[in-house]
């Protein structure tokens, strides 16, 4: 979606969307995914338990069933996204880039197009 986004609005829209580095979305989405894959262990519970909650207030007298898994879920998703986007900069900034300048010390080509070498035949 990010890659579609750019090309048909530009690179500027696409730095708008996502005003920060998509480095800090993988860093906060890796820290979300292992803080809930640790926080059962500070209750005696083995690591990636999920706790279930049948009966979630959200209000108004409706409640909802809910996993702790989200969390894990919305960490891999944010660590997914952040990679994708950077991904997408990177290709966008290769893209962007003016081409290097061909020099003929490279052995390359010399113009006429015939390869140069240094030291030819004697």
Do not use: C, W
């Not at 640790?38 to 108004?60: C, K, N």
């Amino acid at each position: 979606a990010f890659l579609l986004f750019r090309m048909t609005h530009g690179r500027g829209a696409l730095l708008k969307l996502m005003p920060f580095h998509p480095r800090v979305l993988v860093a906060l989405g890796l820290f979300v995914a292992a803080a809930t894959a640790v926080a059962p262990m500070l209750y005696g519970e083995p690591p990636l338990r999920s706790l279930v909650i049948d009966e979630f207030p959200i209000g108004f007298g409706q409640s909802i069933h809910f996993a702790s898994a989200v969390f894990f879920d919305a960490g891999v998703l944010m660590v997914v996204v952040g990679v994708s986007v950077g991904m997408v900069q990177r290709l966008n900034e290769e893209l962007d880039a003016p081409p290097p300048p061909e020099s003929p010390e490279d052995g390359v080509s010399s113009g006429d197009g015939q390869a140069t070498s240094e030291g030819g035949a004697g």
